[in-house]
């Protein structure tokens, strides 16, 4: 049950349990700031013009990129063994 809860997931995307903590929580915060920057450039349309968009683009380019990194080590580990 724990390796399920805890350890499944971050293993299909090649990161140990502290490494999906540490990349989620990155993932979560900026989305959190992005979130609060572009509720005030909603109030104050001069600021923060193009942190959202900046934001989502910067951590979709991180996921797919990750994503594609750790697709390449599995089938090399794959094709190793």
Request: aromatic share 10%; proline share 2%; with cysteine.
């Amino acid at each position: 049950m724990i390796k399920k809860v805890f350890l499944e997931h971050p293993k299909t995307v090649n990161e140990s349990y502290t490494e999906h903590l540490g990349n989620a929580s990155r993932f979560g915060f900026s989305m959190i700031f992005a979130g609060f920057a572009c509720v005030i450039h909603g109030l104050i349309p001069c600021l923060f013009k193009n942190t959202g968009s900046k934001m989502i683009s910067e951590l979709h380019h991180d996921m797919v990129t990750h994503r594609t990194a750790a697709k390449k080590t599995a089938e090399k580990s794959f094709q190793h063994s």
